[in-house]
């Protein structure tokens, strides 16, 4: 059972326009939800997170968006860089399980 | 203040045999997760450590077991190993500040031949 979905295995931007990476999930008892980067050979890096009190949360150039009802949550980045090029996995977890669930990851592709 | 650290890097080992991969945390992190990571799967957790207690489990079998030290430093291992144990294996560390933001290791690419 797939708690955490990332529907788009793959998605193409040209440069300098906003990606936007989405993350379905089915738990109702998830209320923090983060985002990470990969390379590959590399561990994934930690780039952005929110709880669920915020329905919104920015950094830089990345924004995470957090819809509770319909139990969904963006990555958008703006503007999108070639070094953006990697995959990305969204991840939830439930306060006091300390475990968190992961996405199958999105690859991004900034096309310059 | 130094990452999360992994060793080996790589390894190589044939069925049957076992091995154990080491992890590092970040300076004053006392939590250690791992995870399990192969192509066209997510992350996926194996088991979460907190003061030398694991705290929650994955769904792997008893073949997978971990433990944690008192300088917060983790070990797992892998006994009887079979080719689908071929993977990227992760350790992440969280807390201080942040208590839920967990931070990466470089991983160690296991192949089981």
């Known amino acids: 059972d797939q708690q955490v979905k990332q529907n788009s295995p793959s998605l193409s931007v040209q440069e300098g326009r906003i990606s936007i990476l989405n993350c379905d999930y089915t738990n109702s008892m998830f209320d923090y939800f983060l985002w990470y980067k990969k390379y590959p050979a590399e561990g994934p890096t930690f780039l952005i997170s929110?709880?669920?009190?915020?329905d919104k949360n920015e950094d830089g150039r990345f924004t995470v968006f957090l819809n509770k009802s319909a139990k969904h949550l963006s990555l958008h980045i703006v503007p999108s860089q070639p070094g953006d090029s990697a995959v990305y996995f969204c991840?939830?977890?439930?306060?006091?399980?300390?475990?968190?669930?992961f996405g199958t990851g999105t690859r991004l592709k900034v096309l310059a | 203040k130094a990452g999360v650290t992994q060793t080996p890097r790589y390894l190589i080992k044939t069925r049957g045999q076992q091995v154990t991969l080491s992890c590092s945390p970040i300076s004053g992190h006392r939590s250690v997760s791992w995870y399990q990571q192969t192509p066209g799967q997510g992350l996926q957790f194996l088991f979460e450590?907190?003061?030398?207690?694991?705290?929650n489990k994955g769904n792997f079998p008893g073949r997978f077991s971990g433990r944690q030290f008192s300088n917060s430093r983790s070990e797992m291992n892998v006994s009887t190993l079979e080719l689908g144990d071929s993977a990227l294996y992760l350790c992440?560390?969280?807390?201080?500040?942040?208590?839920?933001?967990?931070?990466f290791g470089p991983g160690t690419r296991l192949l089981v031949l």
């Open positions: 450590y907190f003061s030398e207690t694991q705290r």
């Open positions: 991840a939830a977890s439930a306060s006091g399980t300390y475990k968190y669930i």
């Open positions: 929110i709880s669920s009190i915020k």
């Open positions: 992440a560390s969280s807390g201080g500040i942040d208590q839920e933001t967990q931070y």
